[in-house]
Structures are given as C-alpha cells and as structure tokens.
C-alpha cells in the first residue's frame, strides 16, 4: 500500500493551469461488459473568494471540514505555509495547565510511522512511560516513591529511545530545503510553520496530514527538561513576570489570567501523557484546523493535493469553550514585581475581543496614543523627553483585549510620576485633545504598511490564520479594514470615556530581589541515543517522493542594478519597483562611530530637531501626513540616512528631510534632556543581561576595554556638548562623498520633465505624472559642488586570543548563559562554500548536532548553537561562536558537552546529506528582490565582491565530502584558543568546573561597559 496516495496524481497535480480540476487517476466501474471504462467527473472544489481582495484569497472547506486558505504571490518559489488549531493555553484543563504548549512540542516528534525504527516494540515501552507518568502525578506528597518512579521512567526511557529516529521531522524539514520551521502556542491558538520551496509542497502536505492523524510521546522526558528549561527563562525576564502579575489582575477568573500559556511549575512537574492525548483527540481535528498557504502555488492542484491526503481524515465536533464573565473594574488595581532588570510602569485596561466594533475602536485609539511618529505619546513625552520611553500595545484575543501602556522613568523619576503621564495622554484622547487631521493619517499610514507588509507571504499567510482563529469569514475580515476607515473621531471619543476610567491594573516593575524567585529543578536524566544515522522506513519514502528540479537564481549586480550618477562623484544605484508604490531612499556614508562617537549622538538628536518653519513635532506630524518616514543610523563605520513612504509625495518629503539635513535648529534643552536620557539609558542597559553578555563582555574580549562599544563620550563630556557641534555633523553628512540606493516606482529618467506612470490599484493616490528620479534628486538633494572624501576608516585592533580564560559576570538568574568564542582567520571568500555547509550540519537549526546531542539526547538545554561567523568586511576576522543556556546546577554538563562536540565533531553521514539537500534546495528557491538587491549590494562591496557569493555555496557544497569538512573542523575549531563567557549567579555556578577550561576571571561591570 502506498503511504502517499497522491503520488499517483503527482504529474496531473502540478500541471492543470486550467480553473476547473482534471480529470483523476481513479478507478471506476466499468458502464457495461463491452463499453470501455469511462472516467470519473472531475472533483469540483467550490471556494469563497472576495471581489477587490488585494491577496486573492480562496477559501475552501473539505467534506470533514478542514479551512485550507491560499494565495497566490509568485514572488519567489517558495510557499509560507501554516497549520494553525484553534486551540491554545486558554483550552487548558486547569488543573493540567501549560498543556497545549507541551503538546505542541510533541507534535514534532513523529507518529506510528514517522520518528521510529520499530514501532511495535518502541509502543510497549511508551505505554509503560503513559502509565508511570499517571503514578507519578499521584505521588506529590512522597518524594521517596516519586524518586523511585521517576528512576523507572528514566530507565525505561532510554530502552524506549533505542527504537526512536530524533528529529525526523526536523531532518525532512531540513531536506527539503524548508526555512523556520517552527511553532507557537498563545491563549487561543497553536499554530506549525514553515517556508517551504513550491517543488517540494507535496512533501509537506503529506506530512502534516500524517502529523494530524496521532501524537505519539516520543521522548517524553528529555523533551519536557527542555520545556522546564524554557520555563526558567521566562523566571529570568522581567517583562514575562510582569504581564503575567498584569493578565491576573485583570482577568481574575478567565484562563487568559489564571493560567499561562507555559503553565506552573506544580503542573510542568506532574506532566500526564494521558491528559495530552485527549487534549490532541478533542482539539487537532479537521473541523478545527486550518491550513494557511501562500506563494508561488497553482490554487487547483493545490487544493487536490491537500484534498488527497487530508480528506479521509475523520470529522468530529470540538468542545464548546464558554468564556467566563468577568467582573467590571471599579477601582485601580495594583500591583509590584522586583526583578534585576530596569524599572517601568505598565497600565492596563480590559476590553471586549478583537472582532467586536470595539476592537477596530481600540486598534485607533492605540494609534493615537502611539504609532511611531505622529502619536500623543510620542510627540508629547518620548519626543520631549519627558520619560525617557513609553508606548502602548495591544493584546488582542478572542474574548476579551488588552490595551497596555508603559513607560520607562528618567533619572530621578517615580513610576508613579511616568504613570500620571501616561494617564495624562489618556485623558487628552478622551476630550478629544487631538488633531482633526490624525484619523485620517493614521488610515491613510494604515494602509500603506500594509500594502508593504502584504509584500511578504509570511504577513498574507499570517492574515488568513488570524481569520481563522478569530471565526471571521475573509469578507469579513477584509471589511475590518474598510471599517477601521470609517472610524470617526467622535466615536474614538466615546469609546475611550466609555471605557477608560479608574478601571485598569497599574503593574510598578521596581529593580530588586524577587523575593518569590523560584526554579523548576533538575530531574535525573540518563542522555538518550541520538541514532543519527537511524531513519524510518517512512522517511524513506517521503524523502524518496518525485520532485521538479527548480535552478537557482542568482542576483547579476550589473543587470539587476541601473547605475548613474546625480552629478560627477554622486553614484545613484535604482532598482525599479513594479509592484506598488512605495519607495525606499538611502543615503549610505562611510564613516560612523568609530571615528568619532558623537556620530550617534548627532543621529540621535535629529529626532528632537526642528527646521525654521517646522517645530520638531511639527516635522514629524508633516512626515506622517504625507505617508513618510525618516531616519538617520549611525554603526561604527557607517551611516545610513534613510526616507521611506508613499511615492507619490516623494518631492515633498524629500523636501522636509533635506531642510532638516541641511539647516537644523539647535535646541539646548533637547540637548540637554537627551543626554540625561542617554545617562540613564547606560544604567539601565547594565541591568540587561543579553546586553551585558552578548554586547559588552563580546567586545571587551574581542578588542580589549577600548572597544567600539565603550568608544562612547564621558558623562563630563556629554555633559560639555553644545548644540551646534551636533547639529554640524548633521550639516555634514550630505558633503561627505556617500552613495544614494533608491528602490521604488520613480522611473530613473523621464524624458523631458515627465512621464506617464500607470497609478498602482493598491495606491490610488500615486500621481500619473513623475519627475524622472535623477531629476528629482538633482534638484531637492542639496550637496556642494565637490563632495569631501570621507575621513579614513579607523577599525580597534583585534586582541589574538591566545590563552585559553572564562570570564564571568555576576547576574541574579536561575539559568546560567555561556558563549565559547574562538578568534578565526581573515574573511575569505573562498570559505565560504565550506562554512556553510559545516554551519548547517553542525550548529543550525533543529536537525543539527548541536541541537539533536545537547537538546534531545542531554536534555541540558532549551536554546544551543554554534557557528563559524564569517566577518561582514574584509580586513576583520571571522570567529566561531557557540552558546547554551541552561539551569546552573547543569553547567558541570552543559559546557562538557559542547567542549566534546567542539572538539570531536560526530560523524554522521546521513545529517551530512541532509545538510546538503537543505543549501541546495534553499538557494534554488531564494530569490534576492526588490530592494534587498541593493542591500544585497552593498553587503558584498564591503567584502570586496561583486557577484552573488551564494553562486559559489551552491556550486561547491554539493561536492564536499565529510572528510573535507572534518579537515575544516579540524583546522579552524577543534583545539583552538577559546574564551569562554558566562553570566549567572555566584551563588549557582560552580567555580571548580569553570576553572576546568581556563583561568577563571570575573570582570565587572564598570570594566566592560567602560563607565
């Protein structure tokens, strides 16, 4: 028996063009004895689809009621595709919480026939590990009896694991050349994804369809230390704590409040599997599931593919869900969480769920409070500085919305302070304190994100799930955005004094010691086999499966590019946007921080900065009328100003951005709130631990104390800055020799003064007549007559890494993060075929051996990597980077087992295989366009090429034998000089083992922050 039944159909699949489906391939009864057998009728398959719908979306329901969603966007062949269930932690029994999130780890380790060498016997095994578990959960008050059950759940494990394939799933993801293959788990959905090349679709469909017929516990226990560990990090965040203290109070009876989605500590460590496959029973059916596809696919052979395998599924009803009623908020609720990290406020307010009237109410008001530009709280309190960073969001969810506002306090400053501004910006929306004009903007801004978010098939895939889950029809759902048009400002008003008073949570994020600081322990976990090189017989066959050859495209910089120039020394690099009108204008300089730290500041400050005619907020409140943005980044070695927006008021921006460019108004007290924001910005990124580790003790091993993250001015010489020596740097960066990227609708040339520019459907606004862009630039882009060379490029020497040093920082956490950092060679191109490949095999994503040994066979980790980092320029040199995070009582074992891979890479043919399958079919199916192709560009200049490198990764990877990559290995990594860096508690982390790999040195943070 076959186990793909639509091989049959394969070639009949991926033909039909036609809007009617051809004719099957099954059998039929003959109409008489001697009348030859005549074919069945083609299957129709009805679908909904909207009028005017810019993502041409088809909807179908099959006969067990199974949603499928497409859209096709032939940008790419490559297809971004979903599996969403309307099912999440929300659905959670409460006394099983963090349930659906286990579950959807489980999903991705196989079935009956995907994941298993023997499946009869690995069953008998795991049925035991079921009925442990359920002895197990029922011996909370015996620590003896729980150890001794657990020690019989570990043993039996591991008999289990001999019969297992880890990661199969991962491995045929990698295969086939899919990219993020991953998943998520909220209140109310859990929802698979992947990005897949469009040859490969049948592969994916057939194994999702085999994914939803049964979960099988494979691996039980070294995937749950895993989920413990992912536990524990959110015990490390902050944040995570404190819109969780914020949901409970808020939602005092419904699950959105009373459990979360990774659920408690008691119920991550009384797991039941029987709990789990009810939960998948009742839930992972086609009557609740929706798959979710857009890119370069053919809607009729899609449909009949997905119709094949999924449609003899079987139908059944899912649990109703009755949402609890919660009670009105008479009087602010207030709450307090101490943790390591800075120090906010956050307010919170319960609304109706996100497909009421009130939820398209509640998306605008949060646009008036902020958007980015032109919002209440960004004009009134981050662009004046009145707090040193506040913002709103929304949580939007079935049954009820949240609307939060933060805010973060300057030096000296009470959250009790940041909280009556952040109520005071409230209270401006509720008397209607705002422009007539920010509605309209604001629809209008609305519009054109979208119609740029709509260029990636993520975002349209994404529309169509959210649809689903929320049980809009697409019509519907499209009518959301029509209406958001209609919205008023009259009813803003209402709505907000209707529904903003004393009603809100006031969650105070203070900095200190939690007192409540807890950690999910450590089980005795015996390391499971990898069996690498082990597959099942269906993986065979899946892998074996018929497929077209797609070829590569690969970017030609003198095709792709149209190079001129504005004027002698001002090279202009246009690359044309057919697909609607929005454009993206950069100019690129080549000198940044490095060679002087006020570069960032100057960049910095220009947001607080008016023209003559325009305040600061007025310039900005301009921008956003017209569709437009700008911005103005400084890196260590260069500078890229940037004005993006609607095409069609290009002129206009162009002329406000060059005015500010050229003559901005210095303004002391801008001046001078900036840099006390920028003082208290530097405390509090030493609270932050991805800060502190990966930013800060990277540099300082890298370069030493003079770095370019400590090349920053003193507080005495900030404090010494005037006005006009930042506002002259800005004044400079047009002199400067730099280079000008335009991607976008503008022709290049128009002969004479205009031509005739077809308006785009999705921006009826773009002008039938335009300026040719050079002549746009010529004119409004001020520069004198000869540019000045930019000064020459000042890099930090590198420090050798000659001796072999672990130096530590002490942060109070449960986990303990480490990185091993080797120094490398000088970039070289011609490494790249083979750091490529060892990438992917070794230390990429989920199917690679970093992954598979520390993750799935120790158990020792939830995150771990390692990678050979090429340099981004030629001159610096390359360096391997490996990371794990982990409990700190594990350390002992987490660091020897990524010395011991580092050290002796695993061999295993099979992974190397699918490594190279993975290069070749996802270059095959990437396509650099639109204005990646510049940017594309411009990474390779700064690394002396002018071709596309991909060119020689997938010319040489193919050909690589393990041998060549071990000799790789063995040259660049294994014995190398290597730095080890960990931040953790000096209470937790064990000093004898860490003195193991080096001498052990802790460094403070004075030391490597450099103030």
Request: proline share 6%; net charge neutral; with cysteine.
């Amino acid at each position: 028996m076959l186990l793909f039944p639509a091989l049959a159909l394969l070639g009949l699949a991926t033909q039909c063009q036609s809007s009617k489906p051809a004719t099957t391939t099954s059998a039929v009864v003959a109409a008489s004895a001697t009348a030859p057998a005549a074919p069945l009728a083609p299957k129709e398959y009805r679908y909904e689809s909207v009028p005017g719908d810019p993502l041409q979306v088809r909807i179908y329901h099959l006969a067990n009621g199974l949603t499928v969603y497409l859209s096709d966007y032939k940008d790419a062949p490559r297809i971004q595709a979903y599996l969403a269930v309307r099912a999440g932690s929300k659905n959670d029994p409460a006394t099983a919480t963090g349930l659906a999130h286990y579950l959807e780890h489980m999903v991705f380790k196989g079935t009956s026939k995907l994941g298993t060498q023997d499946w009869a016997k690995e069953k008998v095994e795991l049925d035991k590990i079921e009925a442990l578990y359920e002895v197990y959960r029922g011996q909370r008050n015996d620590p003896v009896a729980r150890k001794r059950t657990y020690h019989q759940i570990d043993s039996i494990s591991g008999v289990a694991a001999r019969y297992a394939v880890p990661n199969e799933y991962d491995k045929v993801m990698g295969a086939i050349g899919a990219k993020g293959s991953n998943a998520h788990t909220s209140n109310e959905e859990t929802v698979y994804q992947e990005d897949i090349p469009s040859n490969q679709l049948e592969k994916w469909v057939a194994i999702q369809a085999e994914r939803l017929q049964e979960m099988v516990p494979r691996l039980f226990h070294t995937e749950l230390e895993a989920v413990y560990e992912e536990k524990n990090r959110g015990l490390d965040s902050d944040f995570n704590k404190e819109f969780e203290a914020l949901s409970a109070a808020l939602y005092p009876t419904h699950p959105y409040g009373t459990q979360t989605t990774i659920g408690t500590i008691e119920h991550l460590q009384n797991p039941s599997i029987t709990e789990i496959k009810k939960y998948f029973g009742q839930y992972y059916v086609p009557g609740n599931v929706a798959l979710c596809l857009s890119g370069d696919l053919d809607y009729d052979a899609t449909i009949r593919l997905i119709d094949q395998y999924f449609g003899a599924l079987p139908g059944k009803p899912v649990p109703a869900f009755n949402a609890p009623v919660e009670k009105p908020l008479t009087a602010p609720v207030v709450r307090e969480v101490l943790g390591p990290q800075s120090e906010n406020v956050m307010l919170g307010f319960r609304l109706p769920g996100k497909a009421s009237a009130d939820g398209l109410r509640l998306r605008m008001l949060d646009k008036i409070l902020t958007n980015g530009q032109a919002g209440l709280i960004d004009l009134d309190l981050n662009q004046q500085q009145k707090v040193l960073q506040a913002a709103s969001f929304t949580d939007l969810n079935d049954d009820y919305s949240t609307h939060v506002i933060y805010g973060t306090p300057r030096q000296g400053q009470t959250l009790e302070q940041v909280k009556s501004l952040l109520l005071g910006e409230l209270a401006k929306v509720k008397a209607g304190n705002f422009p007539d004009w920010l509605i309209p903007a604001i629809i209008n801004n609305e519009k054109l994100e979208r119609t740029k978010r709509y260029e990636s098939n993520e975002a349209r895939a994404t529309a169509m799930y959210e649809a689903f889950i929320e049980r809009v029809d697409w019509k519907d759902y499209l009518r959301q955005q029509e209406d958001f048009g209609k919205l008023t400002k009259a009813e803003i008003v209402k709505f907000a004094n209707e529904n903003y008073g004393e009603n809100y949570v006031a969650v105070f994020k203070r900095t200190g010691v939690d007192p409540n600081k807890v950690k999910v322990v450590k089980p005795a976990i015996t390391p499971v086999p990898a069996n690498r090189d082990a597959a099942s017989a269906y993986y065979k066959q899946l892998t074996a499966m018929p497929s077209s050859e797609l070829q590569p495209v690969f970017v030609d910089y003198k095709k792709d590019i149209q190079e001129t120039e504005i004027k002698p020394g001002l090279p202009l690099y246009y690359t044309h946007n057919a697909e609607n009108g929005l454009f993206n204008l950069y100019y690129i300089l080549d000198v940044g921080t490095n060679n002087d730290p006020r570069w960032g500041l100057a960049a910095g400050y220009l947001q607080y900065l008016g023209t003559g005619k325009y305040s600061a907020a007025q310039l900005q409140q301009e921008f956003y009328k017209l569709g437009c943005s700008f911005d103005v980044s400084s890196g260590a070695d260069r500078t890229f100003v940037t004005l993006s927006g609607l095409d069609s008021n290009l002129e206009p921006a162009l002329q406000l951005f060059e005015q500010l460019l050229n003559a901005p108004k210095p303004d002391a007290a801008a001046l001078k709130n900036m840099v006390a924001g920028t003082l208290k910005a530097r405390q509090d990124a030493k609270l932050e631990k991805r800060v502190i580790l990966s930013q800060a003790m990277v540099n300082f091993v890298k370069y030493g104390p003079k770095n370019p993250f400590t090349n920053i001015l003193s507080e005495k010489e900030l404090k010494a800055l005037k006005p006009e020596q930042l506002t002259a740097l800005i004044k400079k960066l047009p002199t400067y020799q730099h280079r000008v990227l335009y991607y976008g609708p503008r022709p290049l040339v128009a002969e004479g003064q205009a031509v005739e520019v077809a308006p785009s459907a999705s921006m009826p606004n773009l002008s039938p007549l335009q300026p040719g862009l050079v002549k746009v630039l010529q004119k409004e882009h001020r520069t004198p007559v000869k540019l000045t060379p930019a000064p020459a490029a000042k890099d930090f020497a590198e420090q050798p890494l000659k001796d072999r040093k672990v130096y530590w920082i002490d942060y109070n956490m449960v986990q303990a993060e480490i990185l091993f950092l080797t120094k490398g060679d000088l970039y070289n191109k011609d490494l790249a075929p083979t750091v490529a490949l060892y990438n992917e095999y070794f230390g990429g994503g989920m199917g690679s051996i970093v992954f598979q040994d520390l993750r799935e066979s120790k158990a020792l980790a939830y995150s771990a990597y390692s990678g050979y980092n090429n340099a981004d320029k030629v001159g610096r040199s390359n360096y391997n980077v490996s990371y794990i995070g982990t409990q700190s009582d594990k350390l002992p074992e987490a660091m020897a087992g990524m010395e011991a891979l580092l050290t002796d890479m695993p061999v295993a043919e099979a992974n190397l295989e699918i490594a190279k399958n993975a290069i070749r079919n996802s270059i095959s199916t990437e396509r650099i366009t639109k204005g990646n192709v510049l940017l594309s560009y411009e990474r390779a200049r700064r690394l002396g090429l002018d071709y596309d490198l991909r060119r020689d990764v997938y010319a040489s990877t193919q050909k690589m034998t393990f041998d060549e990559l071990k000799k790789f290995q063995s040259a660049k990594i294994k014995g190398q000089n290597q730095v080890i860096l960990v931040i953790g508690s000096k209470d937790r982390l064990n000093f004898k083992e860490l003195a193991k790999y080096g001498k052990v040195q802790q460094l403070t943070l004075k030391e490597v922050f450099g103030y």
